[in-house]
């Protein structure tokens, strides 16, 4: 199964043989994912779970704080049939080992209780201190996708994944990098070309093309109608999302406007604004941190970023809002009126 070319070869038989030491004799993993988990956390779960299981036999559950929301995503965590829980449901202190994937210690966007340590953190997010205090972490800052990271484990251990899991892994891939053009590295390229001969192509377009509620777009016409243009920027805060998976499509979306350097889509979901960035650049982290401000938390790589800002009452959203907007338009030196980016008169049929 290996790419002709393995990057990292050398790096990545130490980290194994030192995973392997540190797993030996562990019967039961916890394997903690961001909060609202993303197709990358979930396939690089599914493959860290087969990467136990030949280590010790261990058996691997997934936890995290949010909800799966995004359709694609549940279609993809369904066909992995992989224990799920909310982490306030399990039981951290039962397990031999806790992992961190595709996070780690300190983001924010992850919800592992400060009493307890991660024993694994292997992450491709920008590299955290905290996370060096695991013993054992592998953060490849460089690398477009935490799955790559797992094909690599999978083939230097002569792994086959199953179909369902080489596509979940090249779907990981695809998603982190938008199909190979973004933040990627010839690691990505090699993963995704070995894993793609055997992957269920059925599940991958079953992945890309599951259904949505009617309520969607819905959703998509409020986000894009509140949106406003401020210079090099645009953002849309909207109220209520039923799914706060909608601010990562919308940011998608916003971000292909023309002139645009920055899009950020902004919405209030359990007690929280929770916003995603989009930029052109690969300075989205840096654009996140100053949005989320000193009450919020942020995170993310190159291009992509997102973060949550927590609100004390309901009624404290409007000035949050408006308060993330000054901070936008100083990030981007605006000095320029806002402008809406559509008008009553574009929406008529």
Excluded: W
Aim: aromatic residues 4%.
């Amino acid at each position: 199964m290996r790419a002709k070319e393995q990057p990292n070869l050398e790096r990545t038989k130490d980290k194994l043989r030192r995973l392997e030491k540190l797993v030996k004799g562990a019967k039961s993993a916890m394997i903690v994912l961001q909060d609202d988990p993303d197709p990358d956390g979930l396939a690089a779960a599914a493959a860290l779970s087969l990467v136990l299981q030949s280590f010790s036999g261990a058996r691997s559950e997934v936890a995290f704080a949010g909800r799966i929301s995004r359709p694609e995503n549940r279609t993809l965590a369904d066909a992995l049939e992989m224990p799920r829980s909310h982490i306030k449901d399990v039981d951290l202190s039962s397990a031999d080992l806790i992992a961190l994937l595709d996070t780690q210690p300190g983001t924010g966007n992850n919800s592992l209780p400060p009493e307890h340590r991660a024993d694994i953190v292997v992450d491709h997010h920008p590299f955290r201190h905290k996370g060096r205090r695991a013993p054992f972490s592998d953060i490849r800052s460089n690398y477009g996708a935490t799955s790559t990271i797992l094909y690599e484990y999978l083939a230097e251990l002569n792994i086959a994944p199953s179909p369902v899991v080489a596509a979940a892994l090249i779907y990981g891939i695809r998603t982190d990098t938008q199909v190979l053009t973004r933040d990627t590295s010839p690691a990505d390229v090699a993963a995704y070309l070995a894993l793609y001969p055997q992957a269920s192509m059925p599940l991958l377009n079953r992945i890309e093309y599951s259904p949505v509620p009617r309520s969607y777009y819905g959703l998509l016409v409020r986000a894009i109608g509140a949106a406003q243009v401020h210079g090099r920027a645009v953002i849309t805060i909207t109220d209520t999302l039923p799914e706060n998976s909608v601010v990562a499509q919308v940011a998608d979306l916003l971000v292909r406007l023309e002139g645009t350097e920055y899009a950020v889509c902004a919405g209030v979901a359990q007690g929280e604004i929770t916003f995603s960035v989009r930029t052109v650049n690969d300075d989205a982290i840096a654009c996140a941190q100053a949005l989320a401000g000193e009450q919020g938390t942020a995170g993310g790589h190159g291009s992509i970023a997102g973060g949550q800002i927590p609100l004390a009452a309901p009624d404290q959203a409007e000035q949050v809002a408006k308060e993330m907007i000054k901070r936008l338009r100083e990030f981007v030196d605006c000095k320029a009126r806002p402008e809406r980016l559509v008008y009553q008169k574009d929406l008529r049929i």
